[in-house]
């Protein structure tokens, strides 16, 4: 079974940076997209940042660039996450798609139902 670990996660004050990062099968991962996703209390969760197979990164409206994703190794992604806001608190996921073509459009990878395997999420806390 294809299993995602997040970590990286914490307490943090407004401005400061965090660099949570997802461990995944490195076959199947170099064959996929990878998302991040969040889910702040009360809210629906929604999406933040992909990367495409073929490395083409996306940004939410909510973030806009301050959160680039990238991969770091065969099995290894990375939501680097500057000038924290108190609104950026939330559980972040990270999940990935079956195999998917190099370059799928931002619209697709928004859609959580592009995601086939999730993360169980790392907390990130964001103080004033």
């Known amino acids: 079974q294809v299993q995602l670990v997040e970590s990286g996660g914490g307490l943090v004050r407004a401005g400061a940076s965090l660099r949570p990062s997802c461990v995944g099968p490195g076959r199947t991962f170099m064959e996929a997209a990878l998302g991040w996703f969040r889910q702040a209390p009360g809210k629906e969760r929604e999406f933040v940042a992909p990367?495409?197979?073929?490395?083409?990164i996306y940004f939410s409206d909510s973030v806009k660039d301050r959160f680039p994703t990238s991969r770091d190794n065969a099995n290894t992604v990375s939501l680097q996450m500057n000038s924290l806001k108190p609104d950026d608190t939330a559980v972040y996921y990270c999940?990935?798609?079956?195999?998917?073509?190099?370059?799928?459009?931002?619209?697709?990878?928004?859609?959580?139902?592009?995601?086939?395997?999730w993360g169980q999420g790392t907390q990130v806390t964001v103080s004033s």
């Open positions: 990367i495409s197979r073929g490395g083409k």
């Open positions: 999940a990935k798609t079956n195999r998917i073509a190099y370059f799928a459009s931002r619209d697709y990878l928004m859609s959580q139902n592009a995601y086939a395997t």
